[in-house]
């Protein structure tokens, strides 16, 4: 989307482009002048009808040759790289397991959980979700930067995006992030996807977190953690402007994170996932069962890090 959208910015009348041809959709980056950037859709059903975005349009057509059209088309433009971020979600959200039938409800499946999440107060940014939050950036910090540098660790990050896995490297290897207590023997699963990965090797990481004072010893906050990122991030302008709009599209911010939710690493241990990881995934699962939470308790861990070395940024905070 990011070379179709400076392409199609530059057009002083309205393009098209396929997003991908190995897609399994027919996707395209769409523009209309001025600045109306959007994404079609060519499918043989007709898309279900739902409620109009606030700052994007849909619109449904029937083409002389009987198929179907969805277009979604930003109509803000302030919103552009919110938007871009949306696209691609949709387009990786889509590349598997979805039937070109079902297509158009896939796209505004996932229209539909962005609405809910940016117009979701800040206030409903939960101590759950700070947690979280937190596990996956020092899992950014400390674990995927240091391997990969800015621009690739950056696209890494998908826990954002709401994408099964929250970080899927460049190898292809996946790692999931769950951040616990300093003495858990279990985690929280969310969703039958979460622990699956297909051929891709994937790795859960389990980041345990002691809460504690902010201006306490080796105190890590969200706000202190993420400051510390910008500036490592500075090197590459790009990766430092994606970094910030993927943090504004997890929910939190820091005028509303007081005072602010504070711990202090204790462990951080991965487990591979493999045939002998207790899990639930679709293909185990009963026909009729179409997805679940639940919670699993951990085995022993095979990988361990280090992290004694590993400076708090607490004197960044701001």
Known sequence: ????????????????????????????????????????????????????????????GRRS???????????????????????????EATREGVPEENGATAVLDRLDRWRRLLERGAADFSTEEARGLLGELVAFRWIVLPEHGPDQAVAAWTGPLRQPHDFLLPSGSRLEVKAIGPTADSARINGL??????????????????RTAADANGALTIGG???????????????????????????????????????????????????????????????????????????APDLYWNTETWTSPNSMET
């Not at 500036?231 to 402007?241: G, K, T």
């Open 193 to 210: 996807g979460q622990l699956e990965s297909g051929c891709d090797p994937l790795t859960l990481i389990a980041v345990r977190l002691e």
């Open 225 to 299: 953690l993420s400051c510390l990122l910008r500036i490592e991030l500075a090197a590459s302008p790009s990766a430092q402007d994606r970094f910030d709009r993927l943090l504004r599209l997890t929910g939190w911010k820091p005028d509303k994170d007081v005072p602010p939710f504070a711990a202090r690493i204790v462990a951080v241990e991965g487990h591979s996932i493999d045939a002998d990881f207790p899990r639930l995934t679709k293909s185990t699962v009963p026909d009729g069962i179409v997805d679940a939470t639940y919670t699993v308790r951990l085995p």
């Open 1 to 60: 989307m990011r070379t179709s959208g400076n392409r199609f910015s530059q057009a002083s009348t309205a393009a098209q482009q396929r997003v991908d041809a190995s897609h399994p959709l027919d996707l395209y980056a769409d523009f209309r002048p001025p600045d109306r950037p959007g994404l079609f859709l060519l499918t043989s059903m007709r898309p279900p009808e739902r409620s109009q975005a606030k700052s994007i349009s849909i619109s449904v």
């Open 65 to 91: 040759d009987g198929r179907w059209s969805l277009r979604l088309t930003l109509e803000v433009p302030a919103l552009r790289p919110v938007f871009t971020e949306l696209c691609r979600d949709i387009i």
